[in-house]
């Protein structure tokens, strides 16, 4: 995610916490069940994120979502149903989906009618008529609709499914989103793959990850059928719909790229995506190979807040510039291919992102140690800007220092292993945790191996304190005059 400029320091995007709960008790009644958060926690629910406890859950391991829905954009209605593929982790008698403002009609697993019931403002309780073996594969169908919502966080912005000035809608959030639009397990920690059919009227175009597919026409509507089979969290998942002039292509490798621009957009951001090739091409040069199977971009032309790395086709704001479409695609590598464990690791994302941005400018021929140097000096007195910590930031503070600190740090880091290193280690970091979820602490020991530095203290003084680094740490060797 690329934050607005004047927004940076205050983040812009969640979801209300989804709840994934694994219930191992048949005899717990929904509808005696107390669904406050301290309670969810005591009974064990959540993936183990220590910011949003309740979201997620360890009892089932998500492989595909197949949703098919429709959209009306006049009425503002979507209806849905998804299918969901799954593995029982443990023992289940009952177990929990995320859905925030939908309404459920009918839930069936394994083919067979399940109870189901919705409590709080994201519950979806299900009861299979058997219980779900450790080991079983299941599927869960859920039919559903209504009005989708947009959140609105006191401390983190407006994020979900959101209309658009245009009349379509897109679904973009961080840290959370999917759960506006179909329900999910919503934790980065259950990536799984996504298979969507969006049925929306004549003359609407329906945009999402991966693979386009066949697209159908029938008495007035048009379904849209995508196909993402690398596993993705479900904050960058997406569905945009509008008039969309949309522009197809293929990077030099056949890799196929769709490109959708909202209506009153293509003159001023075409000659950006247009760049997208050779940023994709530069960025492999530095982090390896790039890691999705599809590529292109999703331009709106509402001024919200934000730009977000949905998987395979970022969606872009009316202000975004070239430097946010290097910042989003950076992301394909980190956040993307490699996701976080627990949000408290955001700053793997969202620093080396934001520090893919001064590369393009050092491959257009800034001297970045100059830049460096020049930055350091002018905020060294700024307690401020160097008062965020990057690592375990605490929640509602994932995004703040992330972009302008976290930058710095990551060349003062290569600055301190040096250039082969740093590159070396960051394809290998990309190649290990392709399609899997990496923590923070795993990439400081995977630098101290690659390095062969005890990096300890330059972690320690740059990512996980408040406050100016020492010299010794700020002034790596290889950035002194």
């Known amino acids: 995610m690329k934050a607005r400029p004047y927004l940076i320091a205050l983040v812009l995007i969640v979801l209300v916490a ?49 949703l098919a829905i429709t959209y009306d954009p006049e009425a503002k209605k979507l209806d849905g149903v998804a299918t969901i593929t799954a593995t029982a982790t443990e023992d289940l008698s009952r177990f929990n989906l995320d859905l925030e403002g939908l309404k459920v009609s009918e839930v069936k697993v394994g083919g067979q009618a399940a109870k189901f019931a919705q409590q709080g403002d994201h519950e979806l309780v299900i009861t299979p008529s058997a219980p779900l073996a450790q080991g079983r594969p299941f599927t869960a169908v859920v039919t559903y609709g209504g009005e989708p919502t947009t959140i609105n966080d006191a401390s983190l912005g407006r994020s979900g499914w959101q209309i658009s000035s245009t009349g379509g809608a897109f679904a973009a959030g961080q840290p959370h989103s999917a759960t506006t639009w179909f329900p999910a397990n919503d934790t980065p920690k259950d990536k799984a793959a996504l298979k969507i059919a969006a049925r929306v009227p004549d003359g609407w175009t329906a945009i999402s990850n991966g693979l386009e597919g066949p697209v159908t026409r029938d008495g007035g509507w048009t379904t849209f059928n995508w196909s993402e089979e690398t596993p993705l969290a479900t904050y960058v998942a997406t569905v945009a719909i509008d008039k969309f002039e949309v522009v197809r292509s293929t990077l030099p490798d056949g890799t196929p790229v769709v490109d959708a621009y909202a209506p009153g957009t293509s003159a001023a951001k075409k000659p950006i995506q247009d760049q997208a090739p050779e940023v994709l091409a530069y960025l492999a040069t530095k ?52 996701s976080i464990k627990n949000w408290a690791d955001i700053c793997i994302n969202e620093c080396l992102a934001s520090y893919a941005q001064w590369l393009w400018l050092e491959h257009e021929g800034e001297d970045l140690d100059q830049r460096y140097r020049d930055q350091v000096e002018q905020r060294r007195e700024r307690s401020s800007f160097w008062a965020p910590k990057l690592y375990d930031m605490g929640k509602g503070n994932e995004f703040r220092g992330v972009y302008d600190k976290g930058l710095l740090g990551m060349h003062a880091l290569r600055k301190q292993v040096g250039d082969d290193v740093f590159f070396k280690a960051l394809q290998s970091w990309v190649t290990g945790h392709r399609d899997g979820n990496a923590s923070w602490p795993e990439f400081e020991d995977h630098f101290k191996k690659a390095s062969g530095q005890d990096l300890t203290g330059f972690f320690k003084a740059w990512f996980r304190d408040s406050g100016i680094p020492d010299d010794q740490y700020l002034l790596p060797v290889g950035v002194r005059r």
Request: zero cysteines.
């Open 287 to 338: 982090f390896g190979p790039y890691p999705q199977r599809a590529a292109g971009g999703i331009w709106v032309a509402d001024q919200i807040g934000f730009s977000l790395e949905t998987q395979t086709r970022p969606i872009y704001a009316a202000w975004a510039d070239l430097e946010t479409l290097v910042h989003e695609n950076a992301h394909m590598w980190f956040g993307d291919a490699v």
């Open 18 to 66: 989804g709840l994934l709960v694994v219930f191992r008790t048949p005899s717990n009644d929904p509808a005696r069940q107390d669904t406050s958060s301290e309670a969810a926690v005591e009974a064990g629910a959540g993936a183990g994120d220590p910011y949003y406890p309740t979201d997620g859950n360890s009892g089932y391991d998500v492989t595909l979502y197949d």
